[in-house]
């Protein structure tokens, strides 16, 4: 762990670039810059295809790839020619690289943990945990929902079975006959000898003890005595396709690491049996590639279990859901051996039910003493009663919309009441509804009946079809009462929007772009989402229901079922070819940032997981490269660039100009402010000569000589006292200014053009020449007044440090403006803030624009 | 946008060795109310275009066993009237230049938005409508 300390002294304890010429440092750091926006720019193009709206091939995706770490690693090697000391990033480079190529080659799922808890599952972990396990992760983290409690075996620990025993070249040769498709009598000679070699398959070393150290770890949160359900998580399971009861699942297994391997292994081996393969070789005829995670969770006691379809299959435009359920567990339902009871709920809002249709129960399925479930008879007064109240239904009902809202297709889904009532998922997966000719023959002609209120407008954020209510967003609170299954539609786009996404059926705004935040967001979420649909909010009303059809960017007047039901019939192939699921894995471990506040330990090289942490790490450290050059005052006076500025106020600032920052006939010195052209130095200035903020008009006694101990330097320097120039380092889109005002050190490090991303703002101030409590209350006015401006401001004392980035160029100026009023505003305030109510009321006046309060006392 | 209303749908060819390109336009157009038939084997392609030609190609160009220009050949052989689309990764001068003096209707590089093709597929049925 790095201490706050270390990271400040890792960051300005360098001044290698101090021989180098400042325009050389600048145009290093352009360097790293431009290579940075290409790769961000190829990982945005890889993101859109994702929308749906492209046609693309695999060779795209590969030329893609290579060009990407191509440039990443230009990136590093740009960094390092700024500041040498980041030769470590060539070794995280080649890490990620590795994981990158490892996805290309389908063997991303030979790395990572062996188990992981449940609640822990990280994103970038959904492959290595199988499908069915990174559900429930989800539905743990985004609804909230209760799952019984677990860990996940992954598909690394499947990689290292067959390495343990022996068995990578007999897989190696099923996959190679599998691609070849012609001999299926040796393709089934193979498939035997795997699944008997995996049933009866030794642990790799060590491994019953880290499942016995799980196993410790359920037992000390569960206060009674329990028992195991090891279910399969197949890698694609659950993700596209439903894999309904294609692999084993083993119920009722004691809390032993020897039992729970031997369950673990069986269900290993059901990857390789009849019915598994046979499924997976019409899905994935071109894919031989195959492995096997499990999920370990907590066995339910259970009252009543079943099955419910989130949407009827017989009508899959319609809003009716199904509910299956008995008592006892619900494992003869879903294999469809006991007669159970069968509900029928209109999906509103509330749901309300519809139908009842009860059938005789004569037994249930209970868990046994000896392990696995057994077959009871029912009391004669349970046979006939319906298994599930209104409540338990109603109760039920909700969650069943919820998790078709949150997965934005019909959801096929297990669930269980415990004895003492609580409800259980226990799986949630695709519902495949099938096509018919019919659909598609009729679908032209049925559309024809329903009014269009947009036709070919706006832009593709993400391809889909939706239906529901709107509800209009003109303000952030108005997400607040967001109802589920509703269609957003807002005046422009806004990552905000992200707290209902998980609810809403569609997105539409009237001004945005598809390669905003938001669209992102909508694409890994996969929410239809036009943007730029002009005058929509003029078009509909709240509560109106429409259906959005992206991917012919029309939206109809009500609920276009049958646009629903072709969509279900198509979608899914379209999610389930290997282009789809490999762009998905690539930009899973590219396209995140974990490394988000630069100011936190954890931004480290270590730490970076993804490419775009990597990038963003390297943007940071560019830009501290640059600070530094500021400070080092002698090296920058060296090279005979500076010219002082001529202001109305006596701030007394050199400047030197990399390129551009000053016009072509601007004098050798006492340059006028109308000669600048640096913009993001304007800016500043603008704010430093607002009227009243240099407390100009009634200067308090002494200020003179403040200031006079402020541009000069003084012989008897006190200790902390910071002496030198006041420098300001500049071109057209970038300014570096350094204040040494006596007894405190400012700066001011800001890029600023027409590209947000390239756009940053870092801000540090330390010291005064008051005591400490005193400059330390002032620091926390300067944190308080950034952070009102969006400012990410860590404090330590006296010291401050913002930050603030990808901001657009007329926000930069706005903001660089208000940091100049702040400069002026602050300089001395130290001196007054005898209390800690002081800092408040003058934040206060700071923000309501009030600066005379500083000149007024 | 709906084609095919009142005579005829439109019948449309697909060809490209990755299957995803077949199988997405061919989601697209079908959705549309074209006749869509989508291959990955080119001379499979072509010899069903003999069976019953097709107003519409769109061919990949870099393909085993035939190439985009001589797909173009042959059906433009098969049928003059046929509009033929090129869409490709390789997105060479020198080839756009043979596939125009061969005839093609119009060239667009991999990877592309659906309205691109879209409005290629559009704008050949209505280039196809002016021939009476």
């Known amino acids: ?857 | 946008m709906v084609v095919g209303s009142n005579s005829e749908p439109r019948r449309l060819l697909i060809i490209d060795d990755e299957a995803i390109v077949g199988k997405r336009l061919n989601q697209i157009f079908t959705k549309m109310g074209y006749v869509v038939e989508a291959h990955i084997d080119p001379v499979q392609a072509v010899a069903a275009a003999e069976q019953h030609p097709f107003d519409i190609v769109v061919t990949d160009l870099k393909m085993q066993g035939m190439d985009g220009l001589e797909v173009l050949r042959r059906v433009k052989k098969i049928n003059p009237r046929t509009r033929v689309i090129i869409i490709t990764g390789y997105a060479e001068m020198d080839t756009a230049d043979a596939a125009f003096s061969g005839g093609v209707f119009d060239f667009i590089p991999k990877p592309f938005r659906l309205d691109e093709i879209k409005d290629a597929i559009l704008r050949a049925v209505s280039d196809m409508a002016g021939d009476g």
């Open chain 1, 1 to 857: 762990m790095h201490s706050f300390w270390q990271i400040i002294a890792r960051f300005f304890g360098r001044t290698d670039h101090h021989n180098l010429d400042p325009r050389q440092v600048f145009e290093r750091f352009r360097t790293v810059l431009r290579s940075n926006n290409r790769a961000l720019e190829i990982i945005a193009d890889l993101g859109e295809k994702l929308s749906g709206n492209y046609i693309f091939d695999r060779q795209y995706i590969g030329e893609s790839v290579e060009e990407l770490i191509t440039t990443l690693h230009d990136s590093v090697v740009a960094l390092n020619h700024l500041d040498p000391h980041h030769q470590e990033l060539f070794a995280v480079h080649t890490r990620l690289t590795e994981h990158l190529r490892a996805i290309m080659l389908r063997e991303d799922d030979r790395q990572g943990p062996r188990l992981v808890s449940l609640e822990e599952v990280d994103p970038l972990q959904w492959s290595i945990v199988g499908g069915k396990n990174a559900h429930l992760a989800e539905l743990i983290h985004h609804l909230k929902i209760d799952i019984p409690p677990g860990f996940a075996i992954t598909t690394r620990t499947y990689h290292e079975l067959i390495e343990y025993n022996g068995l990578r070249s007999l897989v190696d040769q099923f996959e190679s006959l599998w691609i070849l498709g012609d001999r299926p009598d040796e393709l089934e000679e193979v498939r035997l000898r795997l699944e008997a070699a995996l049933e009866i398959a030794k642990p790799p070393s060590d491994f019953l003890e880290e499942i016995n150290q799980q196993l410790a770890a359920m037992t000390a949160k569960t206060p009674s005595p329990f028992t195991l359900a090891v279910r399969s998580s197949a890698q694609e399971e659950d993700l596209d396709f439903s894999f309904a009861g294609q692999f084993l699942s083993v119920l009722n297994v004691a809390p032993t690491p020897r039992a729970v391997f031997a369950a673990y292994r069986r269900v290993a081996a059901s990857l390789f049996s009849r019915k598994a393969v046979d499924y997976r070789h019409w899905l994935f005829p071109e894919d031989g590639k195959m492995s096997i995670g499990a999920g370990i969770q907590i066995m339910v006691d259970s009252l009543v279990s079943g099955v419910a379809y989130s949407t009827d299959p017989g009508n899959p435009g319609g809003e009716t859901m199904i509910v299956v359920g008995t008592w006892g567990q619900g494992a003869g339902i879903a294999e469809g051996e006991f007669p159970g009871d069968t509900f029928l709920l209109h999906k509103g809002d509330p749901a309300t039910i519809r139908e009842r249709n009860l059938s005789r129960k004569a037994s249930g399925l209970y868990l046994a003493v000896e392990g696995g479930l057994i077959e009871k008879p029912l009391p004669a007064e349970l046979q006939d009663e319906a298994c599930l109240d209104e409540a338990q239904l109603l109760e039920l009902g909700h969650r069943v919309i919820q998790l078709e809202n949150y997965f934005k297709r019909p959801q096929d889904i297990e669930w269980t009441f415990d004895q003492q009532g609580r409800l259980f998922i226990l799986q949630s997966r695709p519902l495949l509804v099938p096509v018919t000719r019919d659909l598609r023959r009729d679908l032209i002609e049925a559309l024809k009946h329903y009014e269009l209120l947009v036709v070919d407008r706006g832009q593709v954020a993400q391809q889909g079809i939706g239906a529901g209510k709107v509800h209009v967003v003109r303000q952030d609170t108005d997400l607040e009462d967001f109802p589920d299954g509703a269609i957003l539609v807002g005046r422009r786009d806004s990552s905000h929007f992200v707290r209902v996404m998980h609810r809403a059926a569609a997105i539409v705004t009237e001004i945005g772009t598809p390669v905003s935040h938001m669209a992102t967001l909508c694409r890994e979420m996969q929410v239809p989402c036009l943007v730029n649909v002009h005058d929509i909010l003029s078009l509909v009303k709240n509560g109106q229901e429409i259906t959005v059809d992206t991917e012919d960017r029309r939206i109809f007047r009500g609920r276009v079922k049958e646009l629903l039901a072709y969509q279900l019939s198509t979608s899914i192939n379209l999610g389930a070819t290997w282009e789809f699921r490999l762009l998905r894995r690539l930009l899973n471990s590219v396209a995140r940032l974990h490394l988000v506040d630069p100011l936190m330990d954890q931004f480290t090289p270590e730490n970076c997981l993804t490419y775009h942490d990597l990038l963003r790490y390297i943007h940071e450290t560019a830009v501290i490269t640059l600070v530094n050059m500021g400070k080092d005052e002698r090296s920058l006076l060296r090279h005979n660039l500076a010219r002082s500025l001529e202001l109305p106020i006596p701030a007394g600032i050199m400047i030197i100009d990399i390129g551009g920052g000053l016009a072509p006939e601007a004098p050798t010195s006492q340059v006028p402010f109308s000669a600048l052209t640096s913009i993001p130095f304007r800016a500043i200035l603008r704010g430093m000569l607002y009227p009243e903020v240099w407390h100009r008009a009634t200067m308090p006694v002494g200020f003179h000589d403040l200031m006079s101990s402020m541009l000069s330097v003084p012989t008897d320097a006190l200790e902390g006292q910071y002496t030198g120039h006041n420098i300001a380092v500049v071109s057209r889109n970038y300014v570096n200014l350094c204040f040494r005002f006596g007894y405190h050190f400012n700066i001011i490090d800001a890029h600023c053009d027409e590209r947000e991303r390239d756009n940053h703002i870092y801000f540090r101030f330390l010291g005064g020449a008051t005591d400490l409590t005193k400059r330390s209350r002032r620091a926390r006015m300067i944190a308080e007044i950034l952070t009102a401006f969006d400012f990410n401001v860590r404090t330590r004392g006296d010291l401050v440090i913002a930050r603030a980035s990808n901001m657009l160029q007329s926000e930069m100026e706005r903001v660089l403006d208000i940091l100049g009023r702040l400069v002026g505003y602050t300089r001395q305030l130290d001196v007054r803030l005898d209390s800690e109510a002081a800092v408040d009321y003058y934040v206060e006046a700071f923000l309501m624009g009030n600066y005379s309060v500083v000149s007024d006392e």
